[in-house]
């Protein structure tokens, strides 16, 4: 484990850089500054900054060996540690702290995380949806347009002891900070590149093992294929299925709203409640609080206006393959769908040529098409689709049409 191995081996008083602002270098230099280091904060793809007065260079995860400013670093022989151990060695708490990475599922679980919990205790979570207050499987939004970046982690964490929650939970980019008490890794599925390609996303989730703290424990997806404190998944020891939880060779019984997209939540409802079983929580209790469950906004959520019935699928993690899984869902019917990016939000967009295939393929089933997104536009003549800037745009769009029984709103966006 490499916690404490960084900031504390830098004798005397360091000058320590923090790279890329965009990504939360400015809290996490503001942080050390209160704390009496003497850091700044800077700014990496349109300059290079001089480097040599400093001790330690602290960088993202993600940051490609390519960049001027960490190729200086290293050329320089400079110490170098991630923006998540930076994290992890300045923020304490005195809660407990869930800290959930992986492939895909991280928003999902986090968020039925602190449904679960919420129902005896305050619990704050901080995802890509922003910070949240939870009581009683409810929530309301603290604090709006935050990334999911490590840096994030620390107004969190200053949330939960302002709101005097009882629990954290955070969904974090590549990794855990070595902060959590449960650290909870959703999937290895669906791995892919970082760092102008020359890592892989996993090996960074993995900060989640090297940088844990005495005492917590992990909890991972047997798809992780690490030898967890608590694994879940079909090979797992938790594992959900439609209508139970099971924990080992003993089951519960699982009652979900019948419109809940249940594959789409599978891996979540199994890794959080795999996190609530690993943190005390009693079999029955987890079960009890999915009760009805029936999806998150922007989540394949379903609800209905008169005689329309809408798949909420906009979320800033939405993937070409979850449009196809949503067009796979209706099976009759007039359809609509919204589809696209808003790409002024979204660090990484949608796979434009694997999407305009898919809707080249499908177009077919789709009576009113609404393409969103200034990259996706040039598409609308040859798809025969409307186009709009923004997801309320494009829905609005779909609805003021009429025509249209089934409404599938598929936008790759921060909401």
């Not at 070409?320 to 589809?339: E, F, H, N, P, T």
């Not at 689709?385 to 009429?402: C, D, F, I, Q, Y």
């Amino acid at each position: 484990m490499h916690r404490c191995t960084g900031l504390q081996t830098c004798r005397g008083s360091p000058k320590i850089a923090v790279l890329d602002t965009i990504h939360g270098a400015g809290i996490i230099a503001q942080t050390m500054v209160d704390s009496g280091m003497d850091a700044q904060a800077f700014e990496v793809y349109h300059c290079s900054p001089n480097l040599e007065r400093f001790d330690l260079i602290v960088s993202p995860v993600h940051l490609g060996p390519g960049n001027p400013a960490l190729a200086e670093a290293r050329r320089l022989g400079k110490r170098i540690i991630t923006h998540h151990q930076a994290v992890g060695e300045l923020v304490h708490s005195s809660l407990p702290v869930f800290e959930v990475t992986g492939t895909h599922s991280k928003t999902s679980t986090a968020l039925l995380l602190s449904k679960i919990i919420s129902g005896k205790k305050r619990v704050v979570s901080h995802t890509t949806r922003g910070i949240e207050l939870w009581s009683n499987g409810s929530s309301r939004v603290v604090q709006g347009g935050l990334s999911i970046t490590p840096g994030n982690v620390i107004r969190a964490v200053e949330a939960a002891e302002t709101c005097q929650a009882d629990s954290l939970v955070c969904e974090v980019s590549l990794g855990g900070t070595g902060l959590a008490d449960f650290g909870v890794l959703t999937s290895f599925s669906g791995d892919y590149r970082i760092a102008q390609g020359t890592a892989r996303a996993s090996t960074a989730k993995l900060q989640m093992v090297t940088l844990a703290k005495e005492g917590s424990r992990i909890v991972a997806n047997a798809d992780v294929r690490i030898s967890p404190d608590i694994s879940f998944g079909q090979e797992g020891f938790v594992c959900a299925s439609p209508d139970k939880l099971h924990f080992g060779n003993e089951a519960v019984g699982l009652e979900l709203d019948r419109d809940l997209d249940y594959p789409g939540y599978e891996t979540a409802i199994s890794a959080a409640a795999a996190a609530c079983h690993a943190s005390g929580l009693g079999k029955e209790e987890i079960a009890a609080s999915l009760e009805g469950f029936d999806g998150f906004v922007g989540r394949m959520k379903v609800t209905r206006e008169g005689g329309l019935e809408i798949y909420d699928s906009s979320n800033s993690g939405l993937k070409v393959s979850d449009v196809k899984r949503a067009l796979d869902r209706i099976s009759s019917g007039r359809v609509g769908l919204v589809v696209g990016e808003e790409s002024e939000t979204v660090c990484e967009g949608m796979d434009v040529p694997k999407l305009i295939d898919l809707l080249r393929l499908r177009r077919s089933e789709i009576d009113q098409l609404v393409l969103v997104g200034e990259r996706i536009a040039p598409w609308a003549v040859d798809l025969k689709a409307k186009t709009a800037p923004n997801l309320a745009a494009g829905v609005e769009m779909a609805r003021a049409s009429g025509g249209i029984d089934r409404l599938l709103s598929c936008v790759k966006c921060f909401r």
